[in-house]
């Protein structure tokens, strides 16, 4: 996008938006993998699905133009896709997204959702939140994901296993290195140190 659109961008704040220079910021692997995994088409299919009689600006179009279009599509959700109907609650849709890796709707509902809403836990298992589930799936995507809408990466499940400790169960290194990354605490849970205990025994 040109540099009028990437100020406009930043002013929304990182709740809403991110920016990154091609050239002068570092894409890291696991970064790389999620816009990757994204894309523009992916993205736009749930951001822009009805453009509700407006156009698009063009690069030609003045700086008001632009800005009013970031901010309705991104600010206001003006053209953002709506919920699908279910009899579930957007927190347990989105867990269950979430064990489906199912990007497309896990996408939607955090578009949708509010923090309480996405940090709905789960019954039945142990009361892990969707990011335990994406880091027990080794879903890189997923974890970025989460993690942006604000997710709690502190979070413990009811036997208080952190997110890092799921994260060790695929050993997906990209998902701890994403965890860590973004603050959580380096610690074994009991059950990551019962693992950890054996592994050193055999070796
Ligand atoms: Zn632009």
Redesign the pocket.
């Given at each position: 996008?040109?540099i009028?659109?990437s100020g406009i961008h930043r002013n929304l704040g990182t709740h809403l938006s991110r920016v990154r220079s091609l050239d002068l910021d570092d894409w890291p692997v696991e970064l790389m993998q999620v816009m990757s995994s994204i894309g523009n088409e992916l993205a736009n299919s749930i951001w822009q699905e009805s453009s509700q009689g407006q156009t698009k600006p063009s690069?030609d179009s003045t700086r008001e133009e632009?800005e009013w279009w970031i901010r309705a599509k991104y600010e206001q959700k003006l053209f953002l896709a709506p919920l699908p109907c279910r009899e579930l609650s957007l927190g347990q849709h989105l867990l269950q997204a979430t064990a489906d890796e199912d990007l497309w709707t896990a996408i939607l509902l955090l578009a949708h959702g509010s923090w309480k809403e996405v940090n709905k836990t789960c019954g039945e298992r142990d009361s892990c939140t969707a990011l335990h589930l994406a880091c027990c799936k080794g879903n890189v995507v997923l974890v970025h994901l989460l993690i942006w809408y604000g997710v709690d990466i502190m979070a413990g499940d009811a036997h208080g296993n952190t997110v890092l400790a799921y994260a060790w169960q695929p050993s997906s290194q990209e998902c701890i290195n994403v965890l860590l990354q973004y603050g959580c605490p380096n610690e074994c849970s009991p059950w990551c140190k019962n693992k950890m205990g054996k592994i050193n025994k055999n070796n």
């Open positions: 996008m040109c009028e659109c690069v632009k």
